[in-house]
């Protein structure tokens, strides 16, 4: 039986290379064809360099980050270990009423500024690093590609990601957060797709 990381990790591999797809066909759609040359074994023409590349990143960036939810919710758990159920007095012979836990608001305050901050920008420009280098750019062109697309990626970034966020920390168990996230992130993927399509 695969562990929640492998299992994690082939979720967000599957969802990536999806956002890659529909970034190469949502292209073709727009300009009126097809990605590429259609095949017998590639009807529509896909260009499966990026899609390769969007799995490399996938498998390189999935362990980390479910490990990083992991150190979060330990650290800063939502529901403090041992307190998530309390007993409360009530007219019933003394035996009390086992209750849940109100979600820990500073904890939970802590985790999302860690990952909308820390989180957010490493993610980032671990991508624009993996992506130009494995487009064969060099340290040098991977310090400008992360110099120039780093803040227009950021600021769209925080137009979506702190709500997934606060939804993460608040409803979703820590388990399963990297792959809601993935799976908001295939429409994100999307737009990273489109977006590294333009880094040359």
Not at 81 to 89: A, D, H, S, V
Not at 144 to 158: F, H, K, S
Not at 180 to 200: C, D, H, P, Q, T
Request: proline residues 6%.
């Amino acid at each position: 039986m695969p562990s929640a990381l492998q299992t994690a990790t082939t979720q967000a591999a599957v969802l990536n290379i999806t956002s890659s797809v529909l970034a190469q066909l949502l292209t073709a759609y727009r300009s009126g064809g097809l990605p590429g040359e259609p095949s017998l074994l590639n009807p529509l023409g896909l260009d499966f360099v990026p899609i390769v590349h969007f799995l490399i990143y996938s498998l390189l960036s999935t362990p980390p980050n479910y490990l990083w939810q992991q150190y979060l919710e330990k650290q800063f758990p939502g529901y403090p270990t041992g307190k998530r159920k309390q007993k409360i007095k009530v007219d019933d012979d003394g035996k009390g009423v086992i209750v849940e836990k109100k979600l820990d608001l500073t904890n939970t305050a802590i985790k999302f500024l860690l990952d909308q901050s820390l989180g957010a920008l490493v993610n980032t420009v671990a991508f624009l690093t993996v992506i130009k280098a494995l487009r064969g750019g060099s340290p040098g062109e991977c310090i400008r590609t992360v110099q120039t697309e780093l803040w227009p990626i950021m600021t769209t970034a925080y137009k979506l990601w702190p709500l997934v966020s606060v939804l993460n920390f608040t409803v979703v168990p820590v388990e399963r957060r990297v792959v809601v996230g993935s799976m908001v992130g295939l429409g994100w993927g999307v737009y990273m797709a489109l977006r590294s399509a333009r880094i040359e």
